[in-house]
């Protein structure tokens, strides 16, 4: 059973930077890609990054592209959300989320984490 816990949420000025990480524990190859989804108030869950566990590639949500970076350690079984220029439209919860299929929906979630970014 694959568990995630997501972890480095917190409260950030506009333009400044934050750091998520996500454990993962009971990974194996079966797992396809690891992403960061994103809940704002009173708003639906959106897609906010990817990365395939295997192969590294990644995609991101326009909204986001060119300010945040996602990454995976294999050794540690962590998939992290670099966060820059943070606006507050990025205020959300972040949940970190794995899919055991390429193009299937998503199996296992995170609590999520809270960020806050005031203006």
């Known amino acids: 059973q694959v568990q995630l816990a997501e972890s480095g949420g917190g409260l950030v000025q506009a333009g400044g930077s934050l750091r998520l990480s996500c454990a993962a524990s009971g990974l194996s190859f079966s797992i396809d890609a690891l992403g960061w989804f994103r809940q704002a108030a009173g708003k639906e869950r959106e897609f906010v990054a990817r990365?395939?566990?295997?192969?590294?590639?990644?995609d991101y949500a326009d909204s986001v592209k060119g300010r945040f970076t996602i990454s995976r350690d294999f050794a540690k079984n962590t998939v992290d959300l670099q966060m820059n220029r943070l606006k507050p439209d990025d205020m959300a919860v972040y949940y970190c989320a794995a899919r055991k299929r390429w193009g299937g929906s998503y199996d296992y979630w995170g609590q999520g984490t809270q960020v806050t970014v005031s203006s």
């Open positions: 990365i395939a566990w295997s192969g590294g590639g990644t």
